[in-house]
């Protein structure tokens, strides 16, 4: 025979987190990783190619596509705005 404690654990009763909240939660989280780590990318190279993972050479094509991307992102804020005024009339 089991012992049933009197007391319920604290989260007895409540339902279950619904799946959109989980999944906007674990997107959240994994956009937060992917823009610290898009950051933090550029100071790293030099310990890239120290520790032989790319030469020289493939890890400058590495930052040149880092800073496309944040060119490209960059381009398409200063552009928003635009969009956003002339969808009315669209």
Not at 19 to 34: D, E, F, H, K, M
Not at 69 to 75: K, M, P, Q
Request: some cysteine; hydrophobic content about 45%.
């Amino acid at each position: 025979m089991q012992h049933v404690s009197s007391q319920q654990h604290p989260a007895a009763g409540k339902a279950d987190p619904s799946p959109w909240r989980l999944t906007i939660a674990g997107l959240c989280a994994s956009l937060v990783g992917i823009g610290m780590a898009r950051f933090a990318y550029t100071p790293l190279l030099p310990a890239i190619i120290g520790a032989h993972w790319f030469s020289a050479s493939t890890a400058t094509y590495l930052g040149a596509a880092n800073l496309g991307g944040h060119l490209a992102d960059r381009s398409g804020k200063r552009l928003q705005p635009l969009r956003l005024r002339l969808e009315p009339w669209v």
